[in-house]
């Protein structure tokens, strides 16, 4: 559901209780960018002269890592059902070295709102492709005899083996082969929908999606060498289908998938995805700090930092990019800066670019307490995710809360004499608590497994006391 008709319910207070249910604390950040999306929906309702006036409030996340910035402008781009795209600002480099164009960033995210928009479509017309497929496969279970392509109407009814049986003269035939046909294929319908054919294998015609000519391009590819016509050219001289056998259930999928693409507009569906990669895309721009040079730093494989950072200003003030679905203008794109900021400061940045990220917030760090949170607050909080894994196996698995208050502690503890990575220690400290019992959970049979703050002690304090240990291990 595109901003425009969403917008009027995410409301700034919504957009952050929206955001609590996934992430813990980092209030400032959450407002901000509440703010920034409702900006978006109050720029629609303003009178049209006015609405190309309004830019975009872009924002800078300053705070170490895995405290949370990338999941927040995830999360904030899936509310708004807008186009999402997170660069790393690092892999860019000035025009004249190696490495990839700062173009391609919009270039991505017009392909990212094409598929959002494809998908959305598709999603619209998937009733009539289901049944448009259906009918295909019932044709491919029902094989056609004498080599040639037969409609549902011209198929002789299948004998014992599919047999070719001597042919009667056709006016003799025509009217009881036609019902035979027509009762077989109902039955095999029946079968189908009941899922008793589900293990029968088929041969689909299927879009070979690689084109070994242009796989021979990088991801920078054609289209950074300003070859973007070539590479639609070459692509679809190179379209081709394979014939792939799969049971009926994957081919019934691949038929679906087919059949609602040939439903939908594609030069509708290009069009809306231009309209919203400018008027909602949301690009995420992850390591900025690492190209904010100050004076006396440049030098070796550092020195086109500063030419970064010139060669995105363009995008970020607002320029037309050509894409292979037409120029796209970014300057309405929401830019979301993040970086540590641990060697420099956002003042490194050069003035131009400072001043289009007008909104600053920091993020806060993440302690004990917060990890516990983090633990069982969340809708996808990581002891949730291990509960659901592990059921999978038929072990039930239950955390007491001093378990979940000692692992965060062991986390908080390894965070602060070793690297501090955040939220994301979390994952490693559960992975080396869990190791045993994910191994063994297929031959353990039905339990039910309590985690208790010693069962946490006994595995992990070894590793913990041991501070070479923890460096390579936690």
Do not use: C
Not at 76 to 90: D, H, I, N, Q, R
Not at 351 to 380: C, H, K, M, S, Y
Not at 428 to 451: K, M, N, W
Request: no cysteine; net charge negative.
């Amino acid at each position: 559901m595109p901003l425009s008709s969403s917008g009027s319910r995410l409301t700034p207070r919504a957009i952050v209780e929206e955001l609590d249910r996934y992430i813990v604390g980092q209030r400032a950040a959450k407002r901000a960018v509440a703010i920034a999306l409702r900006n978006r929906w109050r720029r629609q309702q303003v009178p049209e002269h006015l609405r190309d006036e309004i830019a975009p409030k872009n924002i800078i996340m300053i705070g170490p890592t895995g405290v949370g910035k990338t999941e927040i402008a995830r999360r904030l781009a899936k509310l708004a059902a807008a186009p999402f795209l997170k660069v790393e600002a690092s892999k860019f480099t000035e025009v004249g070295y190696v490495g990839r164009d700062v173009d391609s960033i919009v270039r991505d995210l017009t392909e990212i709102a094409v598929k959002l928009v494809r998908d959305e479509e598709q999603a619209k017309v998937r009733g009539r492709a289901r049944e448009h497929a259906e009918e295909r496969l019932l044709d491919l279970l029902l094989p056609p005899q004498g080599g040639r392509a037969r409609s549902f109407a011209d198929r002789p009814p299948p004998g014992p083996g599919f047999a070719q049986p001597p042919q009667p003269a056709p006016e003799l035939t025509a009217s009881s082969g036609t019902n035979h046909e027509a009762e077989t294929r109902e039955k095999l319908r029946s079968l189908l929908h009941s899922g008793k054919l589900d293990e029968r294998v088929v041969e689909v015609e299927a879009a070979d999606e690689g084109n070994p000519f242009l796989q021979i391009f990088s991801g920078a590819g054609v289209e950074e060498m300003g070859l973007s016509s070539m590479k639609d050219l070459l692509g679809n001289f190179g379209k081709r289908t394979r014939r792939r056998k799969v049971n009926v259930p994957e081919a019934l999928e691949l038929l679906t998938s087919e059949e609602a693409g040939k439903l939908i507009d594609m030069d509708k569906v290009q069009r809306e995805a231009v309209h919203r990669a400018e008027q909602s895309g949301i690009v995420f721009l992850d390591e900025i700090d690492k190209i904010a040079g100050r004076e006396g730093q440049h030098g070796g494989p550092d020195v086109s930092r500063e030419g970064v950072q010139r060669d995105l200003l363009p995008i970020v003030e607002g320029s037309t990019v050509t894409t292979k679905y037409g120029p796209v203008k970014t300057d309405h794109v929401l830019f979301i800066a993040a970086g540590a900021f641990h060697v420099s400061k956002p003042s490194d940045l050069i003035p131009e670019l400072q001043g289009r990220f007008p909104i600053r917030v920091e993020l806060e760090p993440l302690v004990g307490a917060d990890f516990v949170r983090i633990l069982t607050e969340p809708e996808n909080a990581l002891t949730k995710q291990y509960v659901a894994l592990l059921a999978t196996e038929n072990v039930k698995l239950i955390w007491t809360a001093e378990a979940v208050e000692e692992l965060a502690k062991i986390a908080a503890e390894v965070n602060a004499r070793t690297q501090n990575i955040g939220a994301r220690r979390l994952h490693t400290v559960l992975e080396r608590l869990l190791d045993e019992l994910s191994f063994a959970a297929p031959d353990i049979g039905p339990q039910e497994i309590t985690i208790t703050a010693q069962y946490v002690r006994d595995r992990l304090s070894e590793v913990v006391q041991n501070e070479d240990l923890a460096r390579y291990i936690l």
